[in-house]
């Protein structure tokens, strides 16, 4: 092999960062196969939700100020989660990739994204994203209320979410289809089905570690 190519190989192995969207509606398994891809391909996770949650029970100023959205089932402003995605990037400099969940929720979210990761000469990569209809995520969700002890895990408030994410979420993914990193997901069937499509996906580009 040539001096150049070796060294591009080593290049390559010691900056290549996989960087991955999981996208979806309130409900359609976001956190239970982030788990599961978590471990495979030794990522790092960053879940705005589980971020803004762990702020709120802090009480934090900023979970302060997101509490009263997130118990309506509203969206927190562009400018609180963006900063927080953009210290928790800052905090994780040498990692081989982040699985992003539950962010971006809204074009303006996944502009400042764009332009975070451009920084670090690391776009997003792919975009999983998984389908499920209405119904069954108010059932999902309605069941999780059982034990998540989530005070947003109510009929009326995971209905304003779902209208949320149509509104203002779904578009991320027409955002992200102009740059062709969209896969769309069929996100019914058992936890081990969808994680295989997932993995479909995935291991082409990168190898499990
Ligand atoms: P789910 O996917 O079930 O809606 P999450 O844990 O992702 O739950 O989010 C819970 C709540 O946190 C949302 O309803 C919203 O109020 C807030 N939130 C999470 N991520 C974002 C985000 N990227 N932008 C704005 N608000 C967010």
Redo the contacts with the bound molecule.
């Keep these: 092999m040539c001096l150049g190519c070796l060294f591009l190989q080593i290049y390559h192995a010691l900056h290549f960062m996989f960087n991955l969207i999981l996208f979806g509606?309130?409900?359609?398994g976001?956190?239970t196969q982030s788990a599961n891809l978590l471990s495979k391909y030794k990522l790092q996770h960053i879940?705005?939700?589980?971020l803004?949650?762990d702020e709120v029970s802090r009480k934090t100023p900023l979970g302060l100020e997101?509490k009263k959205?997130?118990d309506e089932?509203?969206?927190?402003?562009?400018e609180?989660?963006i900063g927080m995605i953009s210290s928790k990037i800052d905090e994780n400099p040498s990692v081989r990739g982040f699985i992003f969940?539950?962010?971006?929720?809204?074009k303006q979210?996944a502009i400042a994204l764009d332009q975070l990761l451009d920084a670090k000469k690391a776009p997003i990569n792919l975009v999983l994203a998984l389908e499920v209809p209405d119904v069954e995520l108010t059932k999902r969700?309605l069941n999780r209320a059982l034990t998540s002890g989530r005070a947003?895990d109510t009929e009326e408030v995971i209905k304003k979410?779902v209208e949320?994410?149509r509104a203002k979420t779904e578009v991320v993914a027409s955002y992200y289809e102009e740059a062709n990193k969209v896969k769309r997901i069929n996100g019914e069937g058992s936890v081990e089905e969808i994680f295989a499509l997932l993995t479909a996906e995935i291991d082409p580009i990168i190898l499990p570690e």
């Design positions: 509606p309130p409900g359609s976001k956190g879940s705005t939700g589980d803004l949650r997101a959205s997130m089932g509203a969206l927190v402003p562009d609180v989660v969940d539950g962010f971006p929720r809204t979210q969700i947003d979410r949320e994410y």
